[in-house]
């Protein structure tokens, strides 16, 4: 069974840094591509990152080009999304996807979700 758990969300102030993660089960981790999307009320769900963990390629829409970092530890299965000078704007709820893509200008993400965490970010 395919598991994917997010974990490091939170509150913090803008210009402020948070680190998820996402620790994946069920899969053979080093041919996945693993993908983080997020979610604001109101607003429409965005691809955000998507990193191959067989070639190494990482993607990121222009949003949050810059700032977030995408990272795999193959020993942990786990992926990290690194965020740092958040904005009130990144606040959503994030979630990691098992399966990602580039295709055209945007991230598209398909699979397996977890559950999702909270990211606030105050003014």
């Known amino acids: 069974e395919v598991q994917l758990v997010e974990s490091g969300g939170g509150l913090v102030q803008a210009g402020g840094s948070l680190r998820l993660s996402c620790a994946a089960s069920g899969i053979t981790f080093d041919n996945s591509a693993i993908g983080w999307v997020r979610q604001a009320p109101g607003k429409e769900r965005e691809g955000i990152s998507c990193i191959s963990n067989s070639a190494g390629i990482t993607n990121y829409a222009d949003s949050v080009k810059g700032r977030f970092t995408i990272s795999s530890d193959n020993a942990k299965n786990t992926v990290y999304l690194q965020m740092n000078s958040l904005k009130p704007e990144d606040t959503a709820v994030y979630y990691c996807?098992?399966?990602?893509?580039?295709?055209?200008?945007?991230?598209?993400?398909?699979?397996?979700w977890g559950q999702g965490t909270q990211v606030t970010v105050s003014s």
């Open positions: 996807t098992l399966g990602c893509a580039l295709i055209g200008p945007r991230i598209i993400s398909f699979g397996s």
